[in-house]
Nanobody
Framework: QVQLVESGGGLVQPGESVRLSCVAS????????MAWFRQAPGKERELVAS???????NYADSAKGRFTISRDGVRNTVYLQMNSLKLEDTAVYYC??????????????????WGQGTQVTVSS
């Protein structure tokens, strides 16, 4: 069993940066497929960024050039660095983990494990 705990959310102004962290416990996720999803009020959950077991990264069009997903295998942690934040980035961000390195995470086929979410609010 894997437990995921996110942190790093908060209230920021447009143009600022935030780094989200997702710490895993119960099992090493150093080679698992991992992802960050978000859900804004009244909107469907969307995949923001993912990293495969071989560390290939993929981003939603809205995140390309601004967000970076990375992992630290020693700390069993996955990060989402978000730069140049916009009002429309306001959402609850969820960490997601696949069962193995071979899991293919998409918007409609998320990984098995979820964190509780962390709120990011972008407001002037």
């Amino acid at each position: 069993q894997v437990q995921l705990v996110e942190s790093g959310g908060g209230l920021v102004q447009p143009g600022e940066s935030v780094r989200l962290s997702c710490v895993a416990s119960g099992k090493s996720i150093s080679s698992n497929a991992m992802a960050w999803f978000r859900q804004a009020p009244g909107k469907e959950r969307e995949l923001v960024a993912s990293i495969t077991g071989s560390d290939t990264t993929n981003y939603a069009d809205s995140a390309k050039g601004r967000f970076t997903i990375s992992r630290d295998g020693v700390r069993n942690t996955v990060y989402l660095q978000m730069n140049s934040l916009k009002l429309e980035d306001t959402a609850v961000y969820y960490c997601n983990a696949g069962i193995s390195r071979f899991t293919r995470i998409t918007t409609t086929t998320p990984g098995y494990y979820w964190g509780q979410g962390t709120q990011v609010t972008v407001s002037s």
